[in-house]
């Protein structure tokens, strides 16, 4: 298990960037799903009137971050989904060893092609993409028992870490939020490479 624990969510196109960076640079992370804020928190944006000027920002952002990464971009509709459902499979296929793999395609098939990833004709479709078996793979979506074990991970490290968004990072009690922010992490594990 990896000394880096990564929270994200397919919720967040920022989430979507850094786990492709994560994949182009090798980092070895333990991706775990942030489906619930930590005691006292709420997620960014719930409950809280909208700012309109905020969300121009987001829109424009995202299409040149995307667009730096060689990207494309369909906003997904519906953009809210059975978030349960939607990150059940990913925490399978981390058991079997392609977590990262199916991060990245069902982030392509919800931020490129606007897809609803917790739909199980999608989640085949992006198990068969990276050879994971396709009908197991919906199984686990729709097991409560996957679900249940995918919290329960969540749990043992949430209110130690806690994480208030995505991307978030944590390395030997250190957080990173953003994925601008990991060039900063790569340079403390150097730091404790050359401390051993």
């Known amino acids: 298990m990896s000394d880096i624990r990564y929270y994200y969510s397919f919720r967040s196109p920022y989430a979507w960037l850094a786990t492709l960076r994560v994949i182009e640079e090798g980092l070895d992370v333990n991706p775990v799903p942030l489906a619930k804020m930590p005691e006292g928190m709420e997620f960014p944006g719930v409950g809280v009137k909208p700012n309109k000027s905020k969300a121009s920002y987001f829109?424009?952002?995202?299409v040149r971050l995307s667009k730096r990464a060689g990207k494309g971009l369909s906003f997904?509709?519906?953009f809210e989904l059975d978030w349960g459902k939607a990150h059940a499979p990913a925490h399978y296929a981390k058991g079997q060893g392609k977590g990262l793999a199916y991060m990245a395609a069902a982030f392509d098939a919800r931020w490129v092609r606007g897809e609803n990833i917790s739909e199980d004709d999608v989640i085949k479709k992006i198990a068969a993409e990276i050879g994971l078996d396709p009908a197991a793979t919906v199984a686990a979506a729709n097991d409560p028992a996957v679900q249940s074990n995918m919290m329960t991970e969540l749990d043992e490290t949430l209110e130690t870490d806690k994480p208030f968004g995505v991307p978030y990072f944590v390395y030997q009690g250190e957080p990173f939020w953003?994925?601008?922010?990991i060039p900063?992490?790569?340079?403390?594990?150097?730091e404790t490479a050359a401390a051993d």
């Open 59 to 62: 829109v424009k952002d995202i």
């Open 76 to 78: 997904p509709n519906p």
């Open 178 to 181: 953003g994925q601008d922010r």
């Open 184 to 190: 900063l992490l790569q340079e403390r594990l150097a």
